[in-house]
C-alpha cells in the first residue's frame, strides 16, 4: 500500500524501517529498489509485527534487498548492534552481508556512504578492532577510532583474544517420521547436569536411553536395546536439558499492544491479589500461539509464569512444559520435587494448590499506585511486613486454620518460595532483610545492581538464587543505571546461585544464547587475571538457564535424569555458541528432529 502511494505521488521510497514482515515482499522490494532496516528478530509487540521469520535477512539478502540491521534503541541497546548482525548470520545471512548490513549497507541509503561505512583511501578514519572475529558471540571493541582519534582502549581490559568454540556439523541418522515412546541417543556429548560430590558432570561420547517416555540410561556404558529407534550423532553433538525459562508472560499474552491477546494485569489489592494465579490465565489456545512455539523451538521446554503487571503483590506463579501441542497448561504442569519435610516441621495441610510454586511481589519505581501506600517504596516494604506480621499472628495462634493456606502463610511454612522483583542495590538489601525477618525462603528476580551488594547475598541465610532479568541490563533507568554484562559470573564466583532471564517474549528462543555470552564475559575476564572465586565454566553457565532455575523454584526440570520424563535437547554443535543448530528435541514420547 505505501508503495502504491509513493508511486502515485513520484515518491521514491529509500527503505523502510522495523518491516518485520518485509520479508513476505522480496521481490516487490526489489523491484521498487527500496532497501529494509530491519531487526534480526524482534517481534510481537503489535499486530502488524507478528508475522516474523528467523530467516528474514537472509530472505531478503537472497532476493537482492539491500538490507541494514538495527537497534531502534533503546528497544535494542545499540551497544548490541553488532549482535544483530552476529543473529542473522546464525540465521543463513552470509558473513559478509551481515557486517555490510551494519556498515556499509546503511551509511549509503541515508547518504553517507562517500564518508563512512567502509575502510577506504580518503573516508572519514572511523575504525573498530575487536578481541575476536565481529560476528563471533560476545566479541568486544578492543580500540574504537572516530576520525583517527582513540577514543575507547581496551588493552588493559581485555588481555588476550577469546577464541570461537570450534564448529561442528554433526549429522543426525535416524527416523523422525513417527512419536517414538522408546528410544535411544548416540554419539553425543551429554551434559546431564547432575553432580558427583560438588562439580557438575559431562560425559562425552555418552548415550540416553529412553523407555516409554522415561530416561532409564545416561552414561558411556547403557544398553541400547534392539528394538528401539536410535539418533546417532556421526560427527558428535551436545546433549543438554530442555530450558528454563521464568517471567515475560510467555502463555499469558500473545500481542502486547492488544489487550484482548492478553490475560491483563494485576492491580494491587491488600489480602486479595497475593491468591491470584497465574495458572488460571495460561492460554493454549491463544491466537496462533507464536510465543510459545518460537520458544520451543529454542528448545525452551520450561516456562515458569506469573501474573502480569507490576502491583507490589502479582500473585503464585506456576510451571508448565511449554509444549505448544498441548490442550491445557492442566496436562503439562511440571511436577515438584518431593521435600523431606517431616509432619513435625510442617503443619497439617500446609502445601500449595497443585501448579503454584511460587509467591510473586514487585518493588521499586513499577510498583508504585499513586495515592496508596504503595506510592513509596518504604510504604510498599510496610505492607508487605504487615501481611507476613498477620499471617505469623495466625500461625502462631491457630496452627489448624484454614489460614495456613494463604501464600503469607505457605511461603512462612517453607512451601512457596517468595520472588521478589527488584533492581536496585539498596532494595535488594531490604528484601534480604525482610526474608531474614520472616524466615522465608527468597528469590531476587532483576537484579540489575546485584553486583553492589554482593556480600549481602552471598551471606543470606535464606537466599536460594538470583535471577538476572534482563539476563544483560542497561543503564537505562536510574534503577538499572549500574549494571553491568559481568554480574553473572560475579554472583557465581561469590557462590551464589545465578539464572538468566529474557524479557522479550519474542526472543525467548535464543536464551541458550544468553548463558554463551555470560560465558564469554567471564572466560575475557579470567583470561585477563581475574580469578576471585570459583571459575565460570561452560557447565556453570548451563546451569544458569537449566539445574540453577529448576532448583530454586523446586521444580523437576533442568536436568536428564534416570527415572525422569525425558525433556532435552540435541544440538549439532556448541549448545550455548552461534552457529549450531538443535538435531533434536525429546520430550516424553515424542522426539522432534531438525
Known amino acids: 500500500m505505501m508503495l502504491r502511494t509513493a508511486e502515485e505521488f513520484g515518491i521514491k521510497v529509500g527503505a523502510f524501517h522495523h518491516a518485520v514482515e518485509a520479508w513476505r515482499l522480496p521481490d516487490l522490494l526489489k523491484a521498487k529498489d527500496a532497501a529494509v532496516a530491519i531487526f534480526s528478530y524482534h517481534w510481537g509487540f503489535k499486530m502488524e509485527a507478528f508475522d516474523p521469520s528467523v530467516r528474514a535477512p537472509k530472505i531478503l539478502y537472497d532476493a537482492g534487498v539491500k538490507v541494514a540491521l538495527k537497534s531502534d534503541h533503546p528497544v535494542i541497546f545499540a551497544k548490541w548492534l553488532i549482535l544483530e548482525a552476529a543473529k542473522a548470520a546464525h540465521y543463513g545471512l552470509p558473513t559478509a552481508a551481515a557486517l555490510s548490513a551494519v556498515t556499509r549497507v546503511p551509511a549509503n541509503v541515508i547518504g553517507l556512504g562517500s564518508r563512512v561505512g567502509t575502510l577506504e583511501h580518503g573516508k572519514e578514519a572511523d575504525v573498530v578492532v575487536w578481541d575476536g572475529h565481529p560476528l563471533d558471540l560476545g566479541t568486544e571493541t578492543y580500540l574504537v577510532y572516530i576520525d583517527g582519534e582513540l577514543v575507547v582502549d581496551r588493552r588493559q581490559v581485555t588481555t588476550s583474544v577469546v577464541p570461537d568454540s ?78 528454563v525459562h521464568v517471567g515475560n508472560y510467555v502463555g499469558l499474552q500473545e500481542v502486547a499492544s492488544e489487550g484482548s491477546t492478553q490475560s491483563g494485569s494485576v492491580s494491587y489489592i491488600a489480602g486479595s491479589s497475593a491468591t491470584i494465579r497465574a495458572l488460571d490465565g495460561i492460554r493454549f489456545d491463544s491466537y496462533k500461539k507464536k ?11 520450561t516456562l515458569v509464569a506469573m501474573p502480569q503487571g507490576s502491583a507490589l503483590v502479582l500473585g503464585l506463579g506456576t510451571a508448565f512444559y511449554g509444549d505448544p501441542n498441548s490442550v491445557s497448561v492442566d496436562s503439562v504442569l511440571v511436577p515438584m520435587v518431593p521435600t523431606n519435610q517431616t509432619q513435625e516441621n510442617i503443619v497439617a495441610m500446609a502445601t500449595p494448590e497443585v501448579g503454584d510454586v511460587s509467591l510473586h511481589f514487585v518493588v521499586g519505581n513499577n510498583a508504585k499506585q499513586s495515592g496508596t501506600i504503595t506510592s513509596s517504596i518504604p510504604g510498599q516494604f510496610r505492607e508487605l511486613r504487615k501481611a507476613f506480621q498477620t499471617a505469623a499472628a495466625g500461625l502462631a495462634s491457630n496452627q489448624s486454620s484454614s489460614d ?187 522426539v522432534i528432529c531438525n
Open 166 to 243: 570450534p564448529a561442528i556439523t554433526s549429522v543426525i541418522d535416524g527416523p523422525c517420521t513417527s512419536p517414538s515412546t522408546s528410544y535411544a541417543v548416540t554419539g553425543v556429548t551429554v551434559y546431564p547436569m547432575t553432580k558427583d560430590g560438588s562439580s557438575f558432570t559431562q560425559i562425552p561420547n555418552g548415550i540416553i536411553t529412553v523407555t516409554n517416555g522415561i530416561v532409564t540410561c545416561v552414561g558411556i556404558d547403557c544398553t541400547v536395546p534392539e528394538e528401539v529407534d536410535v539418533y546417532s550423532f556421526t560427527d558428535g553433538g551436545e546433549a543438554v536439558p530442555g530450558f
Open 404 to 590: 495456613n493456606q494463604s501464600p503469607f502463610a505457605l511461603a512462612l511454612l517453607g512451601s512457596l518460595p517468595v520472588v521478589m522483583h527488584v533492581q536496585r542495590g539498596d532494595d535488594i538489601a531490604s528484601a534480604l532483610r525482610l526474608s531474614a525477618e520472616f524466615g522465608f525462603r527468597l528469590i531476587i528476580m532483576g537484579g540489575a545492581d546485584a553486583h553492589t551488594v554482593l556480600p549481602l547475598l552471598s551471606n543470606a541465610p535464606h537466599l536460594l538464587g538470583v535471577i538476572l532479568s534482563p539476563a544483560r541490563s542497561t543503564p537505562g533507568s536510574v534503577e538499572t543505571w549500574q549494571a553491568t554484562e559481568s554480574t553473572a559470573w560475579q554472583l557465581a564466583a561469590a557462590g551464589i546461585k545465578v539464572g538468566l532471564a529474557i524479557t522479550d517474549p519474542g526472543n525467548v528462543r535464543n536464551l541458550r544464547w544468553e548463558a554463551g555470552l555470560a560465558l564469554r564475559n567471564a572466560q575475557r575476564h579470567q583470561s585477563g587475571g581475574d580469578s576471585s572465586g570459583a571459575p565460570f565454566d561452560k557447565l556453570s553457565a548451563l546451569a544458569t538457564v537449566t539445574s540453577n532455575v529448576a532448583d530454586m523454584f523446586g521444580i523437576q526440570a533442568g536436568r536428564i535424569e534416570v527415572g525422569a520424563k525425558a525433556n532435552f535437547v540435541v544440538f549439532n554443535g556448541d549448545a550455548l555458541g552461534l552457529g549450531a543448530n538443535i538435531g533434536m528435541l525429546a520430550f516424553g514420547n515424542n
Open 291 to 301: 510465543h510459545m512455539e518460537a520458544s520451543w523451538a529454542g528448545g525452551v521446554t
